[in-house]
């Protein structure tokens, strides 16, 4: 066997040998203790090699816009009309520099599988997807990339907006998004997405219920009409926020619905800890839905980014060990098992979601991410960088550790 390539001393799971990991023409060639041969090799000093992070809900067509967009109130209302306001200026060529710069800061944080929320409406039309749709082969090379197409300011009550969705989805969106809550019809608004992702055979991932008022949801509006189409384990809801605010019982039920209907939750505290309860002056909630709860009930839970440097959220490097933290932090988890569970998060769930095998096995591509510690805890905890990523065998990024300079 001629390899072209040779990684030493890496760990694939958590307590495991190191083990060597031989590469030939792009695929696992071998995963063996010692591997003789005089290839050209890398030293992963046993550190973790895994698949890469998966980011299951990023929004890549408004990101990096603080300087024309500023949310005065600071909550949702606030996001969504600074939004509004200057997407009227979004072009192709905007979208798409924007995008790139999130998507170069992802692939050098060990991201290689995306899920992106794009906008569509009669205001930006199918500018925004076509960006995307570019951006997705042009960086083909380092990652794959999912376009969720979706009506962020409603679909019953914007004229225009259903044709552009069918228009994005024959031209190539991977799958359908909703958002009920800003539809003056939210249940039609659900009701046609289903069927609209029956027709194109396609899955759905809704914004759902982002507040904190328990007293009405959508949520089981969309577990009925998932069970109802027979679409088990093809819906996805994102933010949630209703969830963070229920007593256990009652949280138990959403674990035991979402469980049953097949649905995946992804939450995203970087935006949900910015926007939700602006209305307290003191005691403020977090708004973040526990995820971890979910996780260890059965339901397919993921940790997203969301949003970088907008009106949503005003901050972001696309660091998924940064947000795994930094839920980790506000559920309040420390042991190794509940830190492993939130690398899970940003990693093998996401995988899951979006329906691609994070296998790491002798005849899969070379799609590899080494982090510098030796388990996935350590990961979370101490929110590690990745120090280089390949895909089909070729180098996709570096970020060598600091040297440390004594005098």
Request: proline share 6%; glycine share 10%.
């Amino acid at each position: 066997m001629t390899l072209d390539l040779i990684i030493r001393g890496a760990r694939l799971s958590d307590g495991a040998a190191p083990v060597d990991i031989g590469v030939a023409q792009g695929r696992i060639a071998t995963i063996t203790p010692n591997i003789a041969s005089d290839a050209p090799s890398l030293d992963a000093s046993g550190g973790m090699i895994f698949r890469g992070f998966a980011d299951s809900h990023l929004h890549l067509d408004k990101a990096c816009m603080l300087e024309r967009a500023v949310n005065r109130t600071g909550d949702l209302k606030g996001a969504l009309a600074a939004v509004t306001a200057a997407k009227k200026d979004f072009t192709t060529e905007d979208v798409y520099a924007r995008g790139a710069r999130v998507l170069e800061q992802a692939i050098g944080q060990g991201t290689t599988l995306i899920r992106t929320q794009v906008e569509i409406d009669p205001v930006i039309g199918l500018a925004g997807f076509e960006a995307v749709k570019q951006l997705k082969a042009d960086y083909a090379w380092a990652l794959d990339l999912q376009i969720c197409v979706f009506p962020q300011e409603g679909l019953l009550n914007y004229p225009g907006t259903e044709e552009l969705l069918r228009a994005a989805l024959e031209g190539g969106a991977d799958l359908l998004g909703g958002c009920p809550y800003t539809d003056t019809d939210p249940e039609g608004h659900i009701a046609l997405l289903f069927a609209m992702a029956r027709e194109f055979d396609v899955d759905l991932d809704f914004h759902l219920d982002f507040d904190l008022d328990t007293s009405w949801r959508h949520l089981d509006e969309v577990a009925r009409q998932t069970i109802a189409h027979g679409m088990q384990g093809r819906v996805a809801i994102g933010h949630v926020t209703k969830l963070s605010m229920l007593p256990p019982d009652a949280l138990e039920q959403s674990v035991a619905l979402l469980k049953g209907a097949g649905i995946a939750l992804t939450v995203l505290p970087a935006t949900d800890l910015f926007i939700t309860g602006r209305e307290h002056d003191h005691a403020v909630p977090r708004g973040v839905a526990p995820a971890h709860r979910f996780h260890a009930g059965g339901v397919c839970c993921t940790v997203a980014t969301n949003n970088v440097l907008n009106p949503f959220t005003p901050y972001g490097d696309c660091s998924l060990p940064r947000m795994a933290n930094l839920f980790a932090n506000v559920a309040q988890l420390g042991g190794p098992e509940e830190l492993a569970a939130c690398f899970a998060m940003v990693s093998s769930d996401p995988f899951r979601l979006l329906g691609v095998s994070d296998r790491i096995e002798v005849g899969v591509p070379a799609d590899l991410v080494l982090l510098p510690c030796e388990s996935r805890a350590a990961a979370v905890a101490e929110i590690r960088r990745p120090v280089w990523g390949m895909r089909a065998g070729r180098m996709t990024f570096e970020a060598p550790a600091p040297r440390i300079l004594r005098p």
